[in-house]
């Protein structure tokens, strides 16, 4: 893992650049969310879960647990609101497309309630159009 660290006037930023291993998610998500909560008045709870799927997510789905690709994280704390981006270097998916976990035929599926979790928490979730990096952001006060 890489790890860096950048500050401006009014924003903290934190990378992480990881190989899509399993094994690599909770070290990624403690190492993110001890920075945001080390600074921010912020549920750790609700950041460890949206974390923790979306790079769940890139490794599994977007990077298919290629080791080779990488994951990219990268969390911005501004005045107002926390702004957690992650990417990967698979082709995305339509994530206009996905199915809802609370629909009858769905509820015993072992998946796809990843980004249904990710969406309850934050505050605000957007994908790029390639589909392949998803921003979440939680306002905070």
Not at 82 to 98: H, M, N
């Amino acid at each position: 893992m890489v790890f860096t660290n950048a500050i401006t006037m009014t924003t903290l930023k934190k990378c992480i650049t990881l190989s899509s291993q399993v094994t690599k998610i909770n070290d990624a998500v403690s190492e993110l969310v001890d920075f945001v909560v080390g600074l921010k008045r912020i549920e750790d709870f609700t950041l460890s879960v949206a974390l923790t799927e979306a790079i769940t997510n890139a490794i599994i789905h977007g990077n298919e647990k290629d080791p080779a690709k990488r994951v990219f994280a990268e969390v911005l704390i501004e005045p107002e609101r926390v702004v957690l981006q992650i990417a990967d270097e698979g082709i995305g998916f339509d994530y206009q497309k996905l199915a809802d976990p609370t629909k009858k035929e769905n509820l015993h599926k072992q998946s796809g309630r990843g980004i249904f979790f990710v969406r309850y928490f934050m505050d605000e979730v957007k994908f790029n159009q390639v589909g392949n990096e998803i921003t979440m952001i939680k306002y905070v006060k």
